[in-house]
């Protein structure tokens, strides 16, 4: 398993842009497809965006495509989100997870969850 802890939430206007990161701990971090999900107040956990291991695949949600890009940096260990355009429905906790397996419909059941950051869109 690997540890994964979210970085770069916070508060934005309604068009902005934010940059998430999820540092992973272990040496098996390159083996795992990695993703986001975000859960808003009152609303299921969602998927939001995936990557293979080797970050030659990306998967997203309908709603996310063209405005939000995954990439990671195996070296460093960690997974990033680049959320531009951002709404006020983009308001959640987002979620970084460690998968075996990544795809159009998602993720294999996560095997490792990171804490959450709280991204917070005003309008």
């Known amino acids: 398993q690997v540890q994964l802890v979210e970085s770069g939430g916070g508060l934005v206007q309604a068009g902005g842009s934010l940059r998430l990161s999820c540092a992973a701990s272990g040496r098996t971090f390159s083996s795992y497809a990695m993703g986001w999900f975000r859960q808003a107040p009152g609303k299921e956990r969602e998927f939001v965006a995936a990557?293979?291991?080797?970050?030659?695949?990306?998967y997203y949600a309908d709603s996310m495509k063209g405005r939000f890009t995954i990439s990671r940096d195996n070296a460093k260990n960690t997974v990033y989100l680049q959320m531009n355009s951002l709404k006020p429905e983009d308001t959640a906790v987002y979620y970084c997870a460690a998968a075996t397996m990544a795809g159009e419909a998602g993720m294999s059941p996560p095997r490792s969850w990171g804490q959450g950051t709280q991204v917070t869109v005003s309008s």
């Open positions: 990557i293979s291991w080797s970050g030659g695949n990306t």
